[in-house]
């Protein structure tokens, strides 16, 4: 069935930093992808999606870019701030059926002043 | 406007136990879904609804669970004879017809002793 793998976390970086979050995906045909953020004591929010090959998607700094070749959907930001501290989870939803989310495990991201 | 709401937020009950977590979706959002959250598990799916009619029941890992959606909103998802490894925070997220875009609930946070 479909899946999708998130590198393991936590990660840490310091404020300013660059950061990557790799994501890749297994599906049948090309599914839309996502990347959900969930901040300390809130719930699941949409960050960025990305609905066809080479799409790229964005939003508060944040950019991954849907690469049908290596079948991934890398999370990358220039300049991290402390306020990104949170835990990032990798989505799919497949061509077929219902539009349900296949999550990855989620990464955990803490930004130090 | 207001988004996802589920109650309770915290549910502690004893093993064989039945208990029912609420889903509000937001108004005019055909689409409903739960999901579970668990530290063993990550992010499951467990059911979706469009309307009053559920599709995919794909998720749901027993025959303990059910869930039953009314008059297009409300969602309520039961858990019959609670066994400890249902413990784990149950989210549900609502979306328009045909988006692919799903609002998340801030979660029911389920222990089971």
């Known amino acids: 069935g479909d899946s999708v793998t998130q590198m393991e976390g936590p990660v840490t970086l310091s404020e300013e930093a660059f950061l990557t979050i790799n994501c890749t995906y297994t599906?049948?045909?090309?599914?839309?992808l996502f990347w959900y953020v969930q901040y300390p004591g809130e719930g699941l929010q949409l960050l960025l999606k990305?609905?066809?090959?080479?799409d790229k998607g964005s939003n508060k700094g944040f950019e991954a870019t849907y690469r049908k070749e290596t079948t991934s959907f890398h999370l990358e930001k220039g300049s991290v701030q402390v306020s990104d501290s949170a835990v990032y989870f990798c989505?799919?939803?497949?061509?077929?059926?219902?539009?349900?989310?296949?999550f990855g495990q989620g990464t955990r991201l803490t930004i130090n002043p | 406007g207001a988004g996802v709401s589920q109650s309770p937020s915290n549910k502690v009950t004893e093993k064989g136990k039945d208990v029912e977590l609420r889903c509000d979706p937001i108004?005019?959002?055909?689409?409903l879904y739960w999901y579970r959250q668990s530290l063993g598990q990550g992010l499951e799916f467990l059911i979706y609804?469009?309307?009053?009619?559920?599709?995919?029941k794909s998720g749901l890992p027993s025959d303990r669970f059910s869930a039953e959606r009314t008059g297009g909103s409300v969602s309520t998802l039961t858990i019959q004879r609670t066994q400890q490894e249902d413990s784990a925070v149950y989210l549900c997220?609502?979306?328009?017809?045909?988006?692919?875009?799903?609002?998340f609930g801030p979660g029911t946070r389920l222990l089971v002793l």
């Open positions: 989505a799919l939803t497949p061509i077929q059926g219902a539009q349900k989310l296949v």
């Open positions: 599906a049948t045909g090309y599914p839309s």
């Open positions: 990305a609905t066809k090959a080479d």
């Open positions: 108004s005019g959002h055909t689409a």
């Open positions: 609804f469009q309307g009053n009619s559920a599709p995919d």
């Open positions: 997220a609502s979306a328009r017809g045909g988006s692919e875009t799903q609002y």
